[in-house]
């Protein structure tokens, strides 16, 4: 018996669901691949349309922001400060 006969006949022995449960785990062990370069092409433009400018943040000036806002210090240059005015609010 070759090997496809014996794999054939472990097939017709599977549930509908247990065939399945195998056909997502093959397809996760051999991904299909895509040798088309066109498509490839056409999959990263794509995602380049969907790129968006980020502009460079100042961390340190966002976060002052949002304990101002939060907790209405005003700007402070240090955490130290921040601890001071967060300790003298309550």
Do not use: V, W
């Not at 090997?3 to 509908?16: C, P």
């Not at 380049?48 to 907790?71: F, I, Q, S, T, W």
Request: some cysteine.
């Amino acid at each position: 018996m070759s090997t496809r006969e014996i794999a054939y006949n472990i097939f017709q022995q599977l549930g509908e669901r247990e065939l399945q449960g195998f056909i997502a785990l093959f397809s996760r062990a051999y991904p299909p691949q895509c040798d088309d370069m066109a498509e490839r092409r056409s999959a990263f433009e794509r995602i380049e349309k969907l790129r968006r400018h980020m502009p460079d943040l100042d961390e340190k000036r966002e976060l002052a922001e949002y304990r101002e806002e939060k907790y209405k210090c005003p700007l402070l240059k240090d955490e130290s400060s921040f601890l001071m005015c967060a300790d003298s609010s309550q």
